[in-house]
């Protein structure tokens, strides 16, 4: 028998990636997803730190419109590395801290209101860009999309507020209500939005994710400013300062996915069915919609633990979710690709 008493353990980042595929493979199972298959953190995020022009962000963001969509192509059945998102996120960053210098400087209510207004959105937005460079048929303009974040977040605003107003179920559930309220009217705010744009142009697993993260992050924001403004003005500076810090961190494990997996069931039960009622009703939307739901109503269930142990492991489960529907999108679009006579790239 070979002697292993010597053997070296495993690398740390070896035990590390293969306990997340093992619990990536128990979610996925669990919830009758595709298994994530060959997914690397290294390789998807590989070209965040390499050298990309201002031409290369501006090529990037310039598609989507009738005449600047490209046709399909098997390339875009590859899982891509986006790097747009990380340079977002520093611009942001360096905006919010320009905001917060000059406040914690001078202490001008003029201030305010961008230190909230970009405190709110510098994550959520980093996170939309994400999906944006994910939605590799790169039908979906720029102008779309913020047009959903910004009408379509403040719909779901609206139309959440006013499902607790007319549901007992606050009263009932308490915080945890948010999980149907919250889930149910930024799904309704989608389907309104989308009455502003082409939608028969976006027939793709990947663009619903999208559409949907664009709903979600323009929630997240604004509520985020809301709760900013308030604790500023009932409690004080630091508190509002530091919400703003904690609820920026935590966005891209809550609305943001959230939304991109209700409406990528919405989606997937829409091809099957020729209405709302008959998609909202089918085991396809409600066995996929529960997810979010779920997710969301644990999240507001309770304390978060230490080091907010709570929302890591649910922020972890939606990516897990949200990958698979993307591998299965960019599936899609290798399907697509063969019908056409285009010989997919394999992953």
Same mark, same amino acid.
């Given at each position: 028998m070979q002697d292993y008493t010597n053997a070296p353990d495993p690398a740390p980042a070896q035990t590390i990636g293969a306990t997340a595929q093992s619990a990536s493979d128990m979610i996925t199972d669990r919830l009758g997803l595709e298994k994530i298959e060959g997914f690397s953190a290294r390789r998807f995020f590989r070209e965040i730190f390499r050298r990309h022009s201002a031409d290369g962000a501006e090529a990037l963001l310039s598609v989507g419109a009738p005449g600047t969509t490209p046709p399909l192509s098997a390339s875009m059945a590859e899982l891509p590395s986006p790097w747009l998102f990380f340079r977002v996120l520093l611009g942001t960053l360096l905006t919010y801290g320009v905001f917060r210098e000059a406040w914690q400087m001078y202490a001008n209510v003029n201030v305010i209101p961008g230190l909230i207004m970009v405190g709110s959105f510098a994550v959520p937005l980093t996170t939309l860009v994400l999906f944006f460079e994910l939605n590799t048929p790169r039908n979906l303009s720029l102008f779309r999309t913020v047009q959903l974040l910004a009408i379509g977040g403040a719909t779901s605003l609206l139309l959440s507020l006013f499902l607790y107003d007319v549901t007992p179920l606050l009263g009932i559930l308490g915080d945890s209500a948010a999980g149907v309220v919250e889930e149910v009217g930024k799904l309704a705010a989608l389907l309104l939005a989308l009455r502003l744009v082409p939608v %028969? &142009?976006?027939r793709f697993r990947l663009?619903? $994710? $999208? $559409?949907g993260a664009a709903i979600g992050a323009g929630f997240a924001a604004f509520e985020s400013a809301g709760y900013a403004l308030r604790i500023g003005l009932n409690v004080s500076d630091d508190a509002m300062l530091d919400n703003i810090t904690t609820r920026g961190l935590l966005s891209p494990l809550g609305h943001i996915p959230w939304s991109a997996i209700a409406a990528a069931a919405y989606w997937a039960a829409r091809r099957e069915t020729s209405g709302f009622l008959e998609t909202v009703k089918h085991p396809r939307f409600l066995r996929m919609f529960a997810i979010p739901v779920a997710l969301h109503a644990v999240w507001d269930f309770g304390e978060g633990g230490p080091f907010f142990i709570k929302y890591l492991v649910l922020g972890f489960i939606a990516w897990v979710v949200v990958l698979s529907l993307v591998q !299965?999108? $960019? &599936?899609? *679009?290798? +399907? %697509?690709?063969? +019908? +056409?006579?285009? !010989?997919? *790239?394999?992953?």
């Amino acid at each position: 028998m070979q002697d292993y008493t010597n053997a070296p353990d495993p690398a740390p980042a070896q035990t590390i990636g293969a306990t997340a595929q093992s619990a990536s493979d128990m979610i996925t199972d669990r919830l009758g997803l595709e298994k994530i298959e060959g997914f690397s953190a290294r390789r998807f995020f590989r070209e965040i730190f390499r050298r990309h022009s201002a031409d290369g962000a501006e090529a990037l963001l310039s598609v989507g419109a009738p005449g600047t969509t490209p046709p399909l192509s098997a390339s875009m059945a590859e899982l891509p590395s986006p790097w747009l998102f990380f340079r977002v996120l520093l611009g942001t960053l360096l905006t919010y801290g320009v905001f917060r210098e000059a406040w914690q400087m001078y202490a001008n209510v003029n201030v305010i209101p961008g230190l909230i207004m970009v405190g709110s959105f510098a994550v959520p937005l980093t996170t939309l860009v994400l999906f944006f460079e994910l939605n590799t048929p790169r039908n979906l303009s720029l102008f779309r999309t913020v047009q959903l974040l910004a009408i379509g977040g403040a719909t779901s605003l609206l139309l959440s507020l006013f499902l607790y107003d007319v549901t007992p179920l606050l009263g009932i559930l308490g915080d945890s209500a948010a999980g149907v309220v919250e889930e149910v009217g930024k799904l309704a705010a989608l389907l309104l939005a989308l009455r502003l744009v082409p939608v %028969e &142009r976006y027939r793709f697993r990947l663009n619903w $994710l $999208l $559409l949907g993260a664009a709903i979600g992050a323009g929630f997240a924001a604004f509520e985020s400013a809301g709760y900013a403004l308030r604790i500023g003005l009932n409690v004080s500076d630091d508190a509002m300062l530091d919400n703003i810090t904690t609820r920026g961190l935590l966005s891209p494990l809550g609305h943001i996915p959230w939304s991109a997996i209700a409406a990528a069931a919405y989606w997937a039960a829409r091809r099957e069915t020729s209405g709302f009622l008959e998609t909202v009703k089918h085991p396809r939307f409600l066995r996929m919609f529960a997810i979010p739901v779920a997710l969301h109503a644990v999240w507001d269930f309770g304390e978060g633990g230490p080091f907010f142990i709570k929302y890591l492991v649910l922020g972890f489960i939606a990516w897990v979710v949200v990958l698979s529907l993307v591998q !299965t999108g $960019l &599936r899609d *679009i290798a +399907s %697509e690709c063969a +019908s +056409s006579g285009a !010989t997919p *790239i394999k992953h």
